[in-house]
């Protein structure tokens, strides 16, 4: 399945939610069909600031573009997170489900999950 992304909607979003152009600008958005895992890698410290500069969101061929909608808006949270700074890379050490920033970003994927940037 190919996704498209409304690029339009998500640079006006992002601006919504307090991103500068150079923010939005770095982002680089790939999709993948090679794993189950979605997002952004944060298995060792050292990759976890370089990893985020590309969203990459991995999934099994076919799933339903709300379902990517949802894993995107997730990702597009870590991007804010990152720009604003506010991962402790401790968080790391805990379990991926009590990680704040992972917890925060379920949060935001819901909260905004009738955001259709990805059809
Ligand atoms: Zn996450």
Redesign the pocket.
């Known amino acids: 399945m190919r996704y498209n992304v409304d690029r339009e909607h998500l640079h006006a979003f992002l601006r919504d939610q307090g991103l500068t152009e150079a923010e939005i600008n770095i982002l680089s958005i790939q999709f993948a069909h090679s794993g189950v895992q979605f ?2 890698s944060d298995r060792t410290r050292a990759s976890y600031r370089p990893y985020t500069r590309t969203i990459n969101i991995y999934t099994h061929a076919n799933l339903p573009a709300q379902v990517m909608n949802v894993s995107f808006l ?2 597009l949270r ?1 991007h804010m997170q990152v720009m604003r700074q506010t991962i402790d890379l401790e968080w790391l050490n805990l379990p991926y489900r009590e990680r704040p920033h ?1 917890i925060d ?1 379920r949060l935001f994927a819901d909260q905004h999950k009738n955001v259709v940037l990805i059809f």
């Open positions: 997002g952004l997730h990702e870590h992972e970003a």
